[in-house]
């Protein structure tokens, strides 16, 4: 009678095991049957949405310096869609900014802001000058320990979240012995790419990285999030059109 007990629970046991193999076989057949999502083509606007607004609308408590206005930047020349020296964001990030300029204001400091909105075009022609191996200009400025074709997709993106209105690039102002407004030591310029300008770097100082986080100190209390890579860009963490871009003209 035990023997035959033992027998019909092992054969119970057994049957189950399969059950619950299969059960298992089919929720993993299931799972990798689920169909990969696909990218969906990036969404181009060529026209202005009307809360895109001059940030000198908003704020006169900052400096605009838009690099790309001049020929003082990583490609060496003006760059196409900068057509004046003007800093466009969408409203929300526009006036999360004036609150940052604000409160750095209240420490000593001012706001520059060396790139707002970019038109879609000016990334465009940042991926040519990347692909134009032949043109290493300003190699030993922006990119002196790195190859021109490792700076995609970290450092130059061809879509890029400052054409989405809501992303701005900007380092902190101090005014020197004589009263003029002079930028501080972050252990790097702007557009260096190198792993040095990355926001953690254990290769600054430690004025040069209090001075990094006093800046995104100010820019994380009003909502912008930091991005690893570079200490001069932040993002509104809740922008308004994160799957825009846009390609009207800075003018």
């Known amino acids: 009678m035990k023997t035959n007990t033992f027998v019909i629970f092992s054969c ?59 020929d003082s930047n990583f490609t060496g020349k003006a760059v196409p869609g900068y057509q004046a020296n003007s800093c466009y964001l969408e409203k929300n990030a526009a006036q999360a900014l004036a609150k940052a300029a604000q409160q750095a204001e209240r420490l000593g400091y001012q706001l520059q802001l060396l790139d707002c909105y970019r038109p879609q075009r000016a990334s465009n022609h940042f991926m040519l000058w990347l692909n134009n191996t032949a043109d290493q200009s300003t190699k030993a400025a922006f990119y002196p320990n790195i190859e021109k074709s490792q700076l995609t997709p970290g450092y130059i993106a061809a879509h890029s979240g400052h054409s ?33 300008s990355h926001s953690d770097s254990a290769a600054v100082s430690p004025q040069q990285k209090a001075n990094r986080l006093l800046l995104k100190d100010l820019m994380q209390q009003q909502g912008f999030a930091a991005y690893a890579m570079e200490w001069w860009h932040f993002t509104l963490a809740n922008e308004k059109y994160p799957d825009t871009y846009f390609d009207f003209p800075v003018n």
């Open 164 to 196: 989405r209105a809501s992303t701005v690039d900007l380092t902190l102002l101090r005014k020197n012995a004589a009263g003029q407004w002079q930028q501080l030591d972050m252990g790097g310029t702007y557009d260096l790419f190198d792993p040095v």
């Open 12 to 70: 119970f046991f057994v049957m189950s095991c399969a059950s619950t193999v299969q059960q298992q076989s089919s929720a993993l057949n299931t799972a990798e049957a689920k169909p990969i999502k696909v990218q969906q083509p990036v969404r181009i606007e060529a026209t202005k949405a009307a809360d895109i607004v001059d940030i000198l609308t908003v704020s006169s408590k900052v400096q605009v310096s838009m690099a790309y206005a001049g």
